[in-house]
């Protein structure tokens, strides 16, 4: 594999060499993975495409391709991560473990991200959610929630602004992240989606 020479290139070669060491049929059970145990490949959906993993090349196959973060994302999952059953609680970053450490963080880069982003724009965001997919809620004045993996589901909720009030947002993740991800893991999540909310809205513009 190429060195990258980014924030992304050390931690994707960290992980990269923890993947390859370690037993993809283990991975598969713990993560709730189908698994082929001829091809050495395990099946992942992530924002709605699916993508097959092999071991130990780490060769992704699937409709588009991975970005770094995205690719860290996965191999972070395979590598420690654990497939739970959601309660239907939702929660902020900050009640998760760890979260409070990462909230500052986690609110700049995500949170007011999205607020800034989509405040004056609540049409785009309806649009953009409505090709990720996502599935529109009646909490908030503007609410979608989006599926990272399968049972793995984050809300974004805007609260537009009104003649009182400046716009507002939250962003919450259902309660079983804490099995599958860390809060540092949950901070490039954030990023992750709305690089891929981003993308969608400059697709959509050239339309």
């Known amino acids: 594999m190429d060195v990258v020479n980014n924030k992304e290139g ?7 060499e923890r993947f390859q060491k370690g037993d993809l049929a283990e991975m598969a059970v713990r993560c709730g993975l189908p698994y082929d145990g001829d091809l050495h490949t395990v099946a992942l959906t992530l924002l709605g495409e699916t993508f097959t993993v092999s071991h130990p090349g780490f060769i992704v196959v699937g409709p588009a391709p991975l970005t770094d973060a995205e690719r860290i994302l996965v191999l972070r ?45 609540p049409d785009l965001l309806n ?13 908030s ?14 809300q974004f909720l805007l609260w537009l602004a009104d003649e009182e009030f400046p716009p507002n947002a939250q962003i919450l993740f259902s309660d079983n992240f804490r099995y599958a991800f860390t809060a540092e893991d949950m901070a490039t999540i954030g990023d992750i989606v709305l690089n891929r909310m981003k993308k969608i809205g400059a697709e959509l513009a050239q339309q």
């Open 77 to 121: 999952y395979l590598t420690d991560g654990r497939h739970a059953m959601p309660s239907g609680e939702y929660l902020p970053y900050r009640e998760f473990p760890w979260g409070e450490v990462y909230l500052q963080q986690f609110t700049g880069r995500c949170i007011k991200r999205f607020a800034f982003s989509y405040s004056g724009r």
């Open 141 to 154: 004045d503007v609410g979608w929630e989006v599926e990272l993996m399968p049972g793995l589901s984050i």
């Open 10 to 16: 050390k931690p994707l070669e960290f992980y990269m």
């Open 127 to 139: 649009r953009v959610m409505e090709r990720l997919p996502a599935k529109k809620l009646s909490r």
